[in-house]
């Protein structure tokens, strides 16, 4: 029997990615839509013991399966709270953490004595900060007063910020405006530290722009800044909207993050289906305003082919 | 005559009569790389002009033929080509100090005497270097353990699982990149929610599956199967970020490399492994030591599926616990929680100067594979 060559490669490509199909039914999948089930089961039909859990589908839903999630939105006294603050700190760091990483990447990409020193040191966040090392020196900084953050940020006086806010007349917003700041001067240690991944990714997009770009803008005599705008920009667009799911996706991990770390109280209670119920609510909150984001960021990217 | 022709005067007596005849050179008769003079800028007359001048000199020569525009401009470049660099070595050292800060503290505090954190005079050098801090924390967290050791536990896995992952995360990131079938879009948007959906989420249920593992029959709690398992099924730590990485990787590669080898009666398997793979070094050793890095750092997982196995990111989480007991509890010890500090600083040295030493030796692999392994484009 002969099977067509199309058919052939398309069962080809079946048997590569096989192993992968399998482990993410089992690994993936399935505890998925286990998790998904336990949102609107009572907790006591979850009987969890030792043996873990006892296994419920949809079928086995009561009357009342949306009472965990009321349960979160109307009555729990810290969900509502915790979700309004990670949300408003991510609103505020996420752009921050974009604008930074591709700050430092155009400074990282261009020609000096000690750049690759310097890149090294930029990159080394990405190797630490993911474990718990982060957390425990990011305390005991905090807690012996030797605050690097804090030593920083006495280079951009804030209070500095404000009056010169003042003087202009905002005072509406120069309240919030001079908060934001302050918030991320007092906070570029966790700024520095959690965008290492993103500036290497946006390195990695800088040095794909055409030489022919680069000639073309500095033969009709571009300005830095205008090469900025006209070139760079337009040529990392891409990588702006997948470092900003990056960091937002980051953000769920973060130990820090105040809703996660209630998740997890609540899983140490035995609570399964609260907990579940909670970070499938704030999972599809994030990436609802996610989609909209990128729907929004899309429409100003350009690709270069295509 | 110009410098082309200086480099390759047969191909300047060839051209040389043609030009005359027709006054721009023909091109199609031209040998191959021949670049014509017009496209060359004329070097001559600029050394003519630079002939034992200094540069300020040629310069102010040529300013006389600008327009004030074409002179502000190059005034703004200088100066703003002078100032850069200072601000830019500021910036830079500067947020390089935030960065190492942690680094320098933890050297500095972890071969302290832990009495010198009482004294508000130190802050960086220690007044009592020693040693003694460094050994009672490795014996803590029990790195001179001969069974169970959380070292070469963590080594074992982290490479094991590694490995694993690599290659069946390069078959699937293979498998998305080159083949058409039914369902591919809707299969890869679930790469997609694997890199999308936190651990968090599907912690508990995967305990069930792995407590009960085959129907109930074994359970796997606390073997180091349960990272093993979904590593050999591409769905260990962040396996959904590797197979993406990989697709890039693999679909920026030429294709005619793999039609010449499947004329030559080449199955895809085979292709992929002397053809593709070896074009993937970098790649491959790039998605390697991230999968080592986020292997060693992860503690959810180990936390969530191990009891009694250990591994370094663990035992450094529950370090104050177990310095608790084994140091601090004695009625002598009399510690204070500011200078249990230092024990804490001394774990975490530990525990990272094993993946400083592997990013000191492969720093280019971690930063420059990245940029080659396609995670743009």
């Known amino acids: 029997m002969k099977i067509p060559y199309e058919r052939r490669k398309a069962l080809y490509g079946y048997g590569f990615i096989s192993i992968w199909m399998i482990g993410t039914l089992l690994w993936f999948l399935i505890p998925l839509l286990e998790s998904l089930c336990y949102c609107f089961m009572d907790n006591a039909q979850l009987k969890p013991d030792v043996g873990g859990m006892h296994k419920v589908w949809l079928w086995s839903v009561g009357q009342n399966w949306l009472a965990n999630f009321k349960y979160a939105f109307a009555a729990d006294p810290q969900y509502k709270q915790n979700l309004i603050t990670v949300l408003k700190d991510t609103a505020i760091t996420t752009p921050m953490i974009l604008i930074f990483s591709l700050f430092i990447a155009v400074i990282l990409n261009q020609e000096f004595k000690g750049r690759g020193f310097a890149r090294a040191i930029f990159f080394l966040p990405v190797i630490i900060a993911t474990g718990p090392v982060y957390n425990i020196i990011s305390g005991d900084i905090a807690s012996t007063g030797a605050d690097s953050g804090a030593q920083f940020s006495t280079l951009f006086e804030t209070d500095i910020v404000d009056q010169l806010l003042e003087f202009l007349g905002v005072m509406n917003i120069s309240a919030q405006l001079s908060d934001i700041i302050n918030s991320v001067v007092t906070n570029i240690f966790g700024l520095v530290w959690s965008s290492g991944i993103q500036i290497l990714i946006f390195l990695a997009a800088l040095q794909n722009i055409p030489v022919s770009a680069k000639e073309a803008a500095s033969m009709e005599g571009a300005t830095a800044w205008e090469y900025f705008w006209k070139i760079t920009l337009p040529y990392v667009s891409p990588m702006i909207l997948a470092n900003f799911i990056y960091t937002v996706i980051d953000s769920f991990t973060k130990t820090d993050n105040l809703v996660m770390a209630r998740v997890l109280d609540k899983q140490l209670d035995w609570d399964y289906a609260y907990a579940a119920a909670m970070a499938w609510s704030y999972f599809a909150i994030v990436m609802v305003v996610v989609g909209i984001v990128v729907m929004i960021i899309n429409k100003f990217i350009f690709y270069e082919v295509e | 005559m110009d410098l082309e022709n200086k480099l390759n005067p047969e191909a300047a007596e060839e051209a040389a009569p043609l030009r005359e005849k027709s006054g721009r050179p023909a091109h199609p008769q031209l040998p191959e790389g021949y670049i014509p003079p017009s496209a060359v800028p004329d070097v001559h007359e600029a050394h003519d002009v630079g002939e034992g001048m200094s540069k300020k000199e040629a310069m102010k020569i040529r300013m006389q033929s600008m327009n004030k525009q074409e002179i502000a401009y190059l005034r703004r470049k200088q100066i703003f080509e002078k100032c850069w660099p200072v601000f830019r070595f500021l910036i830079l050292f500067g947020l390089g100090f935030v960065i190492l800060t942690p680094l320098m503290f933890m050297i500095s505090y972890g071969f302290r005497e832990n009495t010198d954190m009482n004294d508000p005079t130190i802050i960086w050098i220690p007044r009592h270097l020693t040693l003694r801090i460094m050994k009672q924390t490795i014996n803590a967290m029990g790195l001179t353990q001969t069974k169970n050791n959380p070292l070469i536990n963590t080594l074992v896995l982290n490479i094991g699982c590694s490995l694993c992952q690599v ?167 009399n510690v204070s929680a500011r200078e249990k500090i230092v024990w804490l600083e001394a774990g975490c040295l530990i525990s990272i100067t094993p993946m400083l030493i592997l990013y000191a030796l492969l720093q280019k692999h971690f930063t420059e594979g990245i940029e080659r392994s396609g995670i743009v484009g």
């Open chain 2, 167 to 333: 290659v069946t995360c390069a078959l699937t990131g293979y498998g998305f990149a080159r083949f058409r079938f039914k369902g591919r879009n809707l299969l890869f948007g679930i790469v997609i929610l694997m890199i999308l959906v936190p651990t968090q989420i599907i912690s508990i249920p995967l305990y069930s599956t792995f407590r009960n593992f085959l129907f109930g029959h074994v359970n796997l709690i606390d073997n180091k199967l349960v990272m093993y398992l979904p590593a050999l099924t591409a769905n260990g730590i962040r396996a959904g970020l590797m197979i993406f990485i990989f697709r890039q990787f693999f679909r920026g590669l030429p294709k005619e490399l793999e039609d010449a080898a499947y004329l030559d009666g080449c199955g895809p398997l085979m292709t992929f492994l002397r053809v593709m793979v070896p074009n993937a070094g970098s790649s491959f050793l790039t998605v390697f030591l991230f999968s080592i890095v986020w292997y060693w750092n992860d503690y959810y997982v180990a936390s969530s599926f191990f009891t009694n196995t250990k591994t370094i990111s663990l035992v450094l989480k529950n370090l104050d616990g177990t310095l608790n007991i084994a140091i601090f509890n004695n009625a002598n010890a």
